[in-house]
């Protein structure tokens, strides 16, 4: 079976613009949770959806948001974009509520120049 | 405050040795932790997941302990290998307030032939 797809797989933005990252699940997974992950800081969560309901949301500034479609599939959208906000941006999905193994796809990598 | 630590400085071993990985909470109460591998560039792939109620896991060569008192678990890889090289990364998951997975900044293991 297909694993987690996140396209595109490299990025450059200028800052001030905005970015949208898309991650295809697992076929029959529900649950689509997105992490930022950056040297200094490690994998931070971002948010994660349920059947199209964001469920949590990480310490993320609002320029950070995302949605889920009806076939699971979740974008995450970036606006005023800054020299901070490089990184590799994680996707990983999972068959249900808590108590599921995560599945990652390989990741976005975004530069802000 | 929330925290998970695992130790930031790599562990170096020699090949065939036991590697033990630490990973240490506070200000959690997760009924379940993860181990996954990272290698450079992709995402991370899921190793174990241990519940509350259980004090060891074993799958092949990992064994993974939890203590729900001490708020640590123990990652053991035995008989380890060059290609076990990689970071390693506890997960917790927490499901009051909503449910997410926050992850450790990872631990660098090296193997050396």
């Known amino acids: 079976k297909a694993g987690v797809t996140q396209t595109p797989r490299y990025l450059i933005k200028t800052r001030g613009q905005q970015v949208t990252l898309s991650c295809s699940p697992i076929?029959?997974?529900?649950?689509v949770s997105w992490y930022q992950q950056t040297p200094g800081q490690g994998l931070q969560f971002l948010f994660e959806?349920?059947?199209?309901?964001?469920?949590n949301k990480g310490n993320f500034p609002g320029r950070f948001s995302g949605r889920q479609f009806s076939n699971s599939r979740s974008e995450m959208n970036v606006s005023t974009l800054e020299l901070g906000d490089s990184a590799l941006y994680l996707c990983?999905?999972?068959?249900?509520?808590?108590?599921?193994?995560?599945?990652f796809g390989q990741g976005t990598r975004l530069t802000v120049v | 405050s929330q925290k998970i630590e695992q130790n930031s400085e790599a562990l170096n071993i020699q090949e065939g040795k036991t590697a033990t990985l630490t990973c240490n909470y506070t200000?959690?109460?997760?009924?379940?932790l993860q181990w996954y591998r990272q290698d450079p560039g992709r995402g991370p792939v899921f190793l174990l997941l241990i519940r509350e109620n259980e004090k060891e896991k074993r799958k092949e060569r990992l064994k993974v302990t939890f203590d729900t008192t001490l708020k640590q678990s123990l990652f053991h890889i035995t008989a380890s290998q060059p290609a076990d090289s990689a970071t390693y990364l506890c997960?917790?998951?927490?499901?009051?307030?909503?449910?997410?997975?926050?992850f450790g900044a990872g631990t660098r293991l090296f193997v050396k032939a």
């Open positions: 076929s029959g997974h529900r649950s």
């Open positions: 959806y349920f059947s199209e309901t964001q469920r």
């Open positions: 200000n959690y109460s997760p009924a379940y």
């Open positions: 990983a999905s999972s068959s249900g509520p808590a108590n599921s193994e995560a599945f």
């Open positions: 997960a917790l998951d927490q499901t009051t307030g909503g449910f997410k997975t926050i």
